[in-house]
C-alpha cells in the first residue's frame, strides 16, 4: 500500500513536472495564435484528470478508472507538446496529439465498472487505439508541416517522404474511423444512461452527459475538418471541444462526490423510514428506494437448514444469484442475517450496499427471525403432507398385500374345503388330497398374515429393543454387527421409530450397498437415543432419491429427532438419528 | 364332454383350486390367463363355453375384458368373481354383459351351472 502511495506521489510531481514543461513549450512556440487559451486549457485537462484520477485510484484501487484517468491526464498534456517549436517535442506531441481520444474512449466505455464489459465496447477501443497509434504514426512521416502552410512549424524528423497524397488518404481514412467510432460510443453511452437505476444515472450523467458532449465536439470538428470549411469554424469549435475536455475531470469529480452524497442520503432516510415501523414488506421497499432498485429482493439466512428463505420461509436460492442479480450478505454481530439481492449494476456501489445493509442489519434480524419460523412452520407443513400421503400409501399397500397374499389363499382355502366337504362320504381320499392342499394354503396364508404385521408393528419390539435389533440383523444377508443396543425401555413410538431406521437402512445396505459387513449401534444418552448404522459398501447413497430414507425422515422429525445421511462415493454409508426420548 | 372354460386370474393357487373345483364338477378347463390382454386372446384362440372371470387383474380390469369379449361376438357365457363382496361394486355388476357374480367366498360348481343355465 505504502508502494502505490508512492507510485502516486510520483505520478503527481510528474503530472506537475510535465505541465510546467507544457507552459514553456507552449509559450515558446510560435504556430497557433491560440496558444495561450490552449496551455491554460491543456494545464486544466492534464492536471485535472491526473488529480481526480488519483483520487478514483485511491478510493477505488481495485478499479481501472483512476489509472485511466491519469492516462488520459498525460495524454492531455503531451498532446499540447505539438505547439513547441522544438522539432522532437513536436514530434512527440504530434505522434500524441489523438491518443487522449482514444483513452478517453477507454475510459468512458470502462464507466463505472472500470472493465469493458462486452465484446463491441473492446473492439471499439482496440480500433481506437490503432487509429489513435498507427495510424495516426503512418500519416505522420509523410506529413511535412511547413509544405502544409504552418511556416512557424518545425520540421518533421520522422518525415519519410512529403507525399500529400499518402498523408491525405490515410488522414481521411483516420478521420471516417474516428467519426464512425465516436458515433458508436455515443450510442454506447446514450443507451447505457437510459439503462442504467436511478441512483447510478443521479451519479453518471454529468460524467455520461459532458463525455458525449465531447464526442460530439470532437466529431463535428473532425466533420468540419474533412469537409475544408473555413479556419474560424474550426479552431472555434477546438476551443470548445477542449474546453469541454476539461471540464469532464471535473463532471467525474461530481459524479463521485453525488455518489458518496447519495450514499449518506440513501442511509439517513433509510434508518428515518425503518423507524416508522411497517407491515410486511415495508423493509423490502426500503431497501429498495435506498438503492434505488426497485427489483431489490431479500434471502433471509436459516442456520438450520443451512439455506436462504424468502420472506414467507420458501427456500429461496442466493447463489448463484438469478441472472443480472448480485446477492450482497449482510452480517449482524458477526453473524450471516441476511443477503440483499440486487442488480448487477449495483457492483461498483458496494459501500453503498454494505451501508444500507449494515444501517439495516437489526430490522433484517428481527424480519430473519420471522422468516425462520415461517421457514419451520413450512418445513412442518411438508412433513406433516409427507406423513398423510406415506400412511395413505401405506394403507393402500396393505390392503394390496393383504388381497393378493393372504385373502386369495383364504379364498382358495375355502373352496378346498367346501370340494372336501362333498367329497368326504363319495371319494374320501381325494377329501383328504384337498385337506392336505388346504392346510398347505393356510401355511402360507399364516405366514404371509405374520410378515404383514410385522410391518404394522414388529412383534418382536414386545420384547424389548435389543431383542427386536438382534431379529432384523439376524435376518440381514450382509452380515451384522449390533454394537449396542438398550436393554432398557423406551417409550413405545420412539422404539418403533429406531426399530425401522434400522430395518430401512439394513435393507438399503442389502439392496445398495454392496457391502461385505453393516454394524448397528443404538445408545441411549441422558435424553436422547442414538442411532448409527454404518456399512463398509461403495457408498454414494443420494438421500433425495426414493422415499425410503424420507419417510423415516418425517417420522424421525414427527418426534422432534433428526436423520442425517453419510455416503461418500466409495466411503461407506451412515444414517444417523438423534430422538429425543425424555 | 363338459362345457370348456377359461379360467382368467393372477393368483395362481386360487386359479389351481377353481380348475380342481370345476373338473371335479365336469368342466372342462381349456385354459388359464393370469392378466385381462392374455384372457382376451385366449379366449381369441380356445373358444371357451364360460370364462370365469376375476374383476380385480394386473392391467385391465374384469369389467373391461367382458365388454371387449362381448364386442368380439360369438362371447361366451362370462361369470365374474372377486374376493369382494357385491355390495363392493354396486350397479356396475349389473351393468356389463356378464351373465353374473358369483363372491370367491361362495364360489362352487353349482353356483356358475346356475348362472349360465
Redesign the interface.
Known amino acids: 500500500m505504502r508502494g502505490l502511495r508512492r507510485i502516486q506521489v510520483g505520478i503527481a510531481v510528474a503530472a506537475v513536472g510535465l505541465g510546467v514543461g507544457v507552459l514553456l513549450a507552449v509559450a515558446g512556440g510560435q504556430h497557433n495564435i491560440h496558444r495561450g487559451a490552449y496551455a491554460a486549457l491543456a494545464l486544466g485537462i492534464g492536471w485535472g484528470f491526473t488529480g481526480t484520477g488519483l483520487y478514483a485510484w485511491r478510493r477505488w484501487p481495485a478499479s481501472n478508472i483512476g489509472p485511466l484517468m491519469i492516462a488520459v491526464g498525460f495524454a492531455g498534456l503531451v498532446k499540447t507538446l505539438a505547439f513547441s517549436n522544438d522539432s522532437v517535442i513536436f514530434t512527440i506531441g504530434s505522434l500524441g496529439e489523438v491518443l487522449i481520444y482514444a483513452l478517453l474512449i477507454h475510459l468512458l466505455l470502462s464507466f463505472p465498472s472500470g472493465q469493458l464489459d462486452s465484446r463491441v465496447d473492446r473492439i471499439l477501443v482496440f480500433i481506437a487505439y490503432v487509429n489513435t497509434i498507427a495510424v495516426q504514426f503512418a500519416a505522420f512521416v509523410f506529413t511535412d508541416p511547413t509544405a502544409q502552410g504552418c511556416s512557424q512549424c518545425p520540421a518533421n524528423p520522422l518525415l519519410i517522404d512529403h507525399a500529400d497524397g499518402a498523408a491525405g488518404v490515410i488522414g481521411a481514412a483516420q478521420l471516417d474511423i474516428a467519426v464512425a467510432v465516436l458515433g458508436a460510443v455515443v450510442a454506447i453511452l446514450y443507451r447505457r444512461w437510459r439503462d442504467s437505476i436511478p441512483s447510478q444515472r443521479r451519479a453518471f450523467a454529468p460524467v455520461l452527459a459532458v463525455g458525449s458532449l465531447t464526442f460530439l465536439l470532437l466529431m463535428s470538428s473532425l466533420i468540419v475538418e474533412q469537409a475544408g470549411l473555413p479556419a474560424g469554424i474550426d479552431d472555434g469549435l477546438t476551443l470548445a471541444l477542449f474546453g469541454s475536455l476539461a471540464c469532464l475531470p471535473f463532471a467525474f469529480m461530481v459524479g463521485l462526490v453525488r455518489s458518496r452524497f447519495s450514499q449518506a442520503e440513501a442511509v439517513s432516510s433509510l434508518v428515518a423510514r425503518l423507524g416508522g415501523g411497517g407491515g410486511r414488506g415495508a423493509l423490502r421497499d426500503a431497501l429498495a428506494e435506498a438503492l434505488g432498485d426497485p427489483s431489490v429482493e431479500l434471502a433471509y439466512w436459516v442456520p438450520s437448514q443451512d439455506a436462504y428463505v424468502d420472506a414467507d420461509g420458501q427456500p429461496m436460492r442466493v447463489d448463484p444469484a438469478p441472472k443480472g442479480k448480485i446477492a450482497t450478505a449482510i452480517e449482524h454481530e458477526g453473524r450471516r442475517v441476511a443477503a440483499i439481492v440486487h442488480d448487477a449494476g449495483l457492483a461498483e456501489e458496494g459501500d453503498l450496499v454494505h451501508a444500507v445493509g449494515a444501517a439495516a442489519a437489526l430490522t433484517l434480524e428481527n424480519e430473519r427471525l420471522d422468516a425462520e419460523l415461517r421457514a419451520h412452520v413450512e418445513q412442518l407443513r411438508a412433513s406433516r403432507a409427507r406423513i398423510v400421503t406415506a400412511g395413505y400409501a401405506e394403507r393402500r399397500r396393505l390392503e394390496r398385500d393383504l388381497h393378493d397374499g393372504a385373502q386369495q389363499r383364504l379364498m382358495a382355502l375355502g373352496i378346498n374345503l367346501r370340494m372336501a366337504r362333498n367329497q368326504v362320504e363319495s371319494d374320501a381320499q381325494q377329501a383328504a388330497a384337498l385337506i392336505d392342499a388346504s392346510l398347505e394354503e393356510l401355511k402360507k396364508a399364516t405366514a404371509e398374515l405374520r410378515e404383514l404385521a410385522r410391518g404394522i408393528h414388529p412383534a418382536a419390539l414386545d420384547g424389548g429393543l435389543a431383542a427386536a435389533l438382534g431379529g432384523l440383523a439376524g435376518r440381514s444377508p450382509v452380515p451384522v454387527d449390533l454394537v449396542e443396543a438398550p436393554h432398557e425401555r423406551l417409550p413405545a413410538p420412539v422404539e418403533s421409530a429406531v426399530y425401522f431406521v434400522v430395518a430401512e437402512a439394513l435393507t438399503n445396505v442389502a439392496r445398495y450397498a454392496r457391502a461385505n459387513t453393516a454394524s448397528v449401534t443404538v445408545a441411549r444418552n441422558n435424553d436422547h437415543v442414538h442411532v448409527q448404522i454404518s456399512d463398509d459398501g461403495i457408498g454414494g447413497a443420494d438421500p433425495a432419491r426414493g422415499s425410503g430414507l424420507r419417510g423415516l425422515s418425517d417420522r424421525v422429525a414427527a418426534l422432534d429427532g433428526r436423520l442425517e445421511l453419510t455416503s461418500a462415493d466409495g466411503d461407506g454409508t451412515t444414517v444417523r438419528a438423534r430422538i429425543p426420548c425424555g | 364332454m363338459g362345457k370348456t372354460v377359461l379360467i382368467v386370474d ?2 395362481p ?2 386359479r ?3 380348475r ?2 370345476l373338473e ?1 364338477d365336469g368342466y372342462e378347463v381349456v385354459g388359464e390367463a393370469a392378466d385381462g390382454t392374455s384372457a382376451i386372446d385366449a379366449t381369441r384362440e380356445l373358444q371357451p363355453d364360460l370364462v370365469l372371470l376375476d374383476i ?1 387383474l394386473p392391467d385391465v380390469d374384469g369389467f373391461q375384458v367382458a365388454e371387449r369379449l362381448a364386442a368380439n361376438g360369438a362371447a361366451p357365457a362370462i361369470v365374474l368373481t372377486s ?1 369382494r363382496e357385491r355390495s363392493d361394486f354396486g350397479a356396475e355388476l349389473d351393468a356389463g354383459p356378464a351373465h353374473g357374480f358369483i363372491p ?2 361362495e ?2 360348481a353349482e353356483a356358475i351351472a346356475l348362472l349360465i343355465r
Open positions: 393372477d393368483h393357487s386360487f389351481a383350486s377353481a380342481r373345483m371335479a380385480r374376493s370367491k367366498s364360489l362352487t
